[in-house]
């Protein structure tokens, strides 16, 4: 069982990366996508976006990171995709399920699922451009406004150079509303000859267990169903094992004091508390303790009362679970 971390534009980016890492059951992750247009980026801009790229192409935890890159123009994709991968990254992932209106507004992201012959021309371009050693992969939905072109889509991007395929279980129109539609992910496996991922509502175990019967993969890509419990992946592992194993209160709470560490260090000031809350509100889902929490906090932007508050609910947790937090 392989697990993939999914990209998430304004959420899953290298600073959830780096500790959801850190929490175990990860295999591999794709970064937030980084737009393309019409010139040849320079290098800041991959790293601002991926600065795993300082560390071998891998997050703190050493889990590989591919670098997404997202357009519609085949010759500007290719050039930026050459000089990204010279940087050194884990591979090159290509954006073809953007939902986002303004993306889709240009041209990129889902929208390019309604004209799978530029699919076809982006995914050769880049794979020409690419040294035959990295891997160049590609994320979909199902579709636009619906998956009739779903199959002749993921053709486009086997038959073009693409060693993987990524399938967020909706179209477009669908968004992120329940539910997936895994089992089209199977009609989809069935066509191409390349590995296929599972993405879509994944949230537990058992939606895990759900989505590989239906769609027949043994590769799944979690998100947000990743932020909400952070051991979802070992979970998942566990799980096949006939075990249990997840992650607790206890061993998370160090994670988010590493978070807000990350956090103060890396993002400017006005963003750090809605970053944190950000997260809390996502794990409120699966831990009570995380309600508490986002309850205590959520009227609060000063970074000195967070830095208190945090530092007592590390001795409060360190005290109940001395062994729990030392490990």
Not at 134 to 156: H, I, Q, T, W, Y
Not at 199 to 216: F, H, L, P, Q
Not at 295 to 316: F, M, S
Request: aromatic share 6%; glycine share 8%; charged share 20%.
């Amino acid at each position: 069982m392989t697990i993939l971390l999914a990209p998430m534009e304004g959420l899953l980016d290298f600073v959830l990366r780096d500790i959801l890492t850190r929490a175990g059951g990860i295999d591999r992750c794709v970064s937030e996508f980084i737009r393309i247009t019409d010139q040849l980026l320079p290098e800041r801009v991959f790293t601002r976006i991926v600065p795993e790229l300082h560390n071998g192409g891998r997050t703190l935890a050493g889990v590989p990171v591919r670098a997404q890159l997202l357009g519609s123009d085949p010759v500007c994709l290719a050039e930026n995709a050459a000089r990204l991968a010279a940087m050194g990254p884990a591979g090159i992932d290509l954006n073809f399920g953007c939902p986002a209106k303004v993306v889709n507004r240009h041209g990129g992201g889902a929208a390019l699922l309604q004209e799978p012959e530029t699919i076809a021309a982006i995914v050769a371009a880049v794979r020409r451009a690419v040294p035959a050693h990295m891997p160049v992969s590609a994320k979909m939905r199902l579709g636009f406004n619906d998956d009739s072109k779903a199959v002749e889509c993921a053709l486009a991007m086997a038959e073009n150079g693409a060693d993987e395929l990524v399938v967020h279980a909706r179209t477009k129109l669908q968004a992120y509303r329940p539910p997936a539609y895994w089992e089209r992910i199977a009609d989809i496996r069935a066509a191409v000859a390349i590995p296929v991922v599972a993405n879509g509502e994944i949230w537990t175990v058992d939606d895990a267990r759900r989505c590989r019967e239906a769609s027949g993969c043994d590769m799944l890509m979690i998100g947000r169903g990743a932020v909400a419990d952070p051991g979802l992946g070992l979970a998942i592992k566990a799980s096949l094992r006939g075990a249990q194993d997840g992650m607790s209160w206890p061993a998370l709470v160090p994670l988010l004091a590493e978070f807000w560490q990350v956090v103060c260090t890396r993002l400017d000031a006005r963003s750090r508390p809605g970053r944190l809350k950000q997260w809390l509100n996502f794990l409120r889902r699966r831990f009570p303790e995380a309600e508490t929490a986002y309850q205590a906090l959520k009227t609060i932007n000063d970074p000195a009362q967070i830095d208190r508050w945090l530092a007592g609910v590390v001795q409060a947790q360190r005290a109940e679970s001395p062994a729990l937090l030392a490990a």
